[in-house]
Structures are given as structure tokens and as C-alpha cells.
């Protein structure tokens, strides 16, 4: 385990702050967590982050980076090669205003593999999300990513890549379970098989 979580006193920008015990965790051998930074955006913040993870014996691996409203929010999967509670301290002291945690890299049965992307086009509520995420759960099928908007017109609209551990995906019952759905939803719901490289 990485440590407790502490919450501190507050910032001036009445943000919380969670950072990682400072108990440093004895290790034989490097191990992966996953990182994760929110706060304001501003300029040079990715390169920050990388650096702080760099300058503390770590490497990053992957990272999902995005802004929304004024606020970044970043990803990273890193490995640490000393410990843990050293890099969460280095974060979180150098990046005040921003709420840190770490965590240990989730186990992964099987490397899943993204197969197919749905457009959902000019639909009244987000509710109608919840209904299309209830159908692809509903075939043990995860959602790589989702991205949705609200546009000035007073409608919305969402794009999802889907993702499966198999690759033998059923692409004709989903189709078909999918048209019906946006049928029964009166929606624009296009479902389109991608390339397995292909995001």
C-alpha cells in the first residue's frame, strides 16, 4: 500500500489537498502507480509535472492530459524506482493550488483492445448517455474514452471509443442492438468498427 491519504488545511484557493503519508515504503525493485493532478490551467503545467516526476527517480509511461473549463486535469502511469511518498511530496509541495494523489496501478485481466467508435449527434438530454453506457455494459464491453458537449442550440452531443479484452467482438448484433436503440430513443447513433490501431 502507498500510504494513507492526509488531507491538509486548505489553500487560499479553497482547493483540498490530498497528499501521500511521507513514510518513505522500503523497495527491492521499481513499481508502477498511477498519478493523478488537477487544478487551474496554465501554461508549461504538463512540463512541470514531468519534470517534478524526472528530477524524483520516476519515468512516465502513458498519460491522458485534458483542460475543461479553466481546469487541467492529467493522468500519468509512472514508474517509481525509489518511493512512492517522496514523489506524491514533491508534487503535491511544488504544485500548490493543485490536488494530487497516487495510487497503485490497477491489475488488468487482458489487454484490451479498442474496436469501435459510436457518434451520438444532436440528442435533447444527457440522460440519453446514461442509456447508450447501460447497452454497452451490457455486452461486457468497456469505454476507452467519452467526450461529451453542449452546444448553444440547446442540444448535445458524444463520442465513445469502445474497447473489449476479446477480439472476437459480435460488430453485426451490435449494430444491430444499437440502431434499435437509437430507434427506441429517437437519436442520430452511429456505431463504425475502427482498426484495432486506430483511436
Do not use: C, W
Request: charged letters at 25%; a negative charge; glycine letters at 6%.
Amino acid at each position: 500500500m502507498l500510504g494513507r491519504l492526509l488531507r491538509s488545511k486548505p489553500l487560499a484557493s479553497s482547493m483540498s489537498t490530498r497528499v501521500l503519508g511521507t513514510t518513505p515504503l522500503a523497495r527491492s525493485m521499481s513499481t508502477r502507480i498511477v498519478a493523478t493532478i488537477v487544478g487551474p490551467d496554465r501554461i508549461g503545467i504538463m512540463n512541470e509535472v514531468s519534470r517534478i516526476i524526472t528530477e524524483n527517480d520516476s519515468k512516465v509511461h502513458d498519460t491522458r492530459a485534458q483542460t475543461l473549463g479553466g481546469t487541467f486535469s492529467m493522468m500519468a502511469e509512472v514508474e517509481v524506482v525509489k518511493d512512492s511518498a517522496a514523489l506524491g511530496f514533491a508534487l503535491q509541495s511544488s504544485l500548490p493550488g493543485y490536488v494530487t494523489t497516487l495510487r497503485p496501478e490497477g491489475e488488468v485481466e487482458a489487454e484490451a483492445v479498442v474496436f469501435g467508435r459510436l457518434d451520438l449527434k444532436r440528442f435533447p438530454a444527457l440522460a440519453v448517455v446514461s442509456r447508450v453506457t447501460e447497452a454497452i455494459a451490457s455486452h461486457s464491453i468497456g469505454i476507452a474514452t467519452l467526450r461529451t458537449s453542449e452546444h448553444s442550440e440547446g442540444y448535445y452531443s458524444a463520442t465513445a471509443t469502445l474497447s473489449s479484452p476479446s477480439k472476437d467482438v459480435d460488430y453485426q448484433s451490435l449494430e444491430i442492438e444499437f440502431a434499435e436503440l437509437a430507434d427506441k430513443l429517437n437519436i442520430d447513433l452511429e456505431f463504425k468498427k475502427l482498426n484495432p490501431a486506430t483511436n
